[in-house]
Structure formats: C-alpha cells, structure tokens
C-alpha cells in the first residue's frame, strides 16, 4: 500500500466521522434533512455500514418517509438477517402499514432470535388480536402475565382479548386485577 493511498484511505475515514458526527448533532437538534443530507454522503462514498444505514432509517422515520424508512431497514437484514434492532423495527412499520401478516412473519422470525424477548412476545398478541385471532393472542397474553402480573397494560390487552371472545366474567377478572 502506497503512502499517498494510505492518507487517502484516512482522510476519507476522518470524512465519514465528520459526517456522521455531523449527523448525530443535527438529529438531536430536530435538523432532519441535514442529518440525512451527511448520512447520504457517507453512503454515497462507498461507505455502508449497520449503524449509518440504521440512522438513516431512524431519521426517515422522524420525517414520515416510511416506506425509505422501511427500505434501510431492510437492507440491514439482507446483509444480516438476525439483527434484532432492525427487524423490530421492520415490525414497527409494518404494524404502522396494518400489514399485520407480514408483520407477524418478522416477529416469528424475531422471537425464533430472542425467545426470551418480552416486547416481542407483547408484539405478536397485538397483532393476533388485529387479525381476530383472539384464542392465539390469549396464549401469548397468557405467558407474558405470568412473567409480570402486574402489568396493567398487559392486563388490559388481556382483558380486552376475553371481551372479544365473549368471555365477559374472564375480562371482568382480568381487568380487575
């Protein structure tokens, strides 16, 4: 390697951590497009790595652009597909797309990752009981009030969930706990 290659390779590097500074500072500032004006350049430099593409993501997000959003996220999982941080997040925008199905599939695919992962477990029985699959989301309502009684938001869901199987004394029940 040349020395004339070797201060390139390092001023493109001190390039990308200015950019990506850059673009953490503007984030915290609420300066959305100039965050993904630098995260843009860094991409366009032949730079990927998970942590720009996901910062991308979180901005596109802030700014409503969904389906880009939704685009990074996916290509963090086509270059891992067990990245947990992103396919939670793909859930998330799916959820928001009522793309429920599809949404489940990633939760599966997740929970297969993280068994013991308790948002992901809370996930599936939301998106069960928008499918009207009220029987499968009581099991999982069911074991993630086992792990913690007294969640009353789980307790909620819970005693939601009876109410639409018609399983009013169980909601009564559940809702008073």
Request: hydrophobic letters at 35%.
């Amino acid at each position: 390697m040349t020395q004339s290659s070797t201060f390139s390779q390092k001023k493109a590097l001190n390039e990308i951590n200015t950019l990506f500074s850059k673009g953490v500072s503007f984030d915290k500032e609420q300066k959305y497009e100039e965050a993904l004006t630098c995260y843009d350049k860094i991409l366009s430099m032949s730079f990927s790595s998970k942590d720009i593409l996901r910062n991308k993501a979180f901005i596109l997000f802030k700014l409503e652009r969904y389906d880009d959003s939704l685009n990074c996220f996916e290509q963090i999982l086509s270059s891992d597909p067990s990245d947990i941080n992103a396919l939670s997040n793909k859930i998330t925008l799916l959820i928001k797309f009522k793309k429920y199905k599809e949404a489940l599939s990633c939760c599966k695919k997740a929970s297969s990752i993280d068994p013991s992962n308790q948002l992901l477990l809370a996930t599936q029985a939301y998106i069960l009981s928008e499918l009207n699959e009220y029987e499968k989301a009581l099991s999982y309502y069911n074991k993630l009030t086992a792990i913690t009684p007294n969640d009353t938001e789980l307790l909620n869901a819970k005693g939601l969930v009876f109410t639409n199987l018609f399983q009013y004394e169980n909601a009564l029940k559940t809702f008073n706990q």
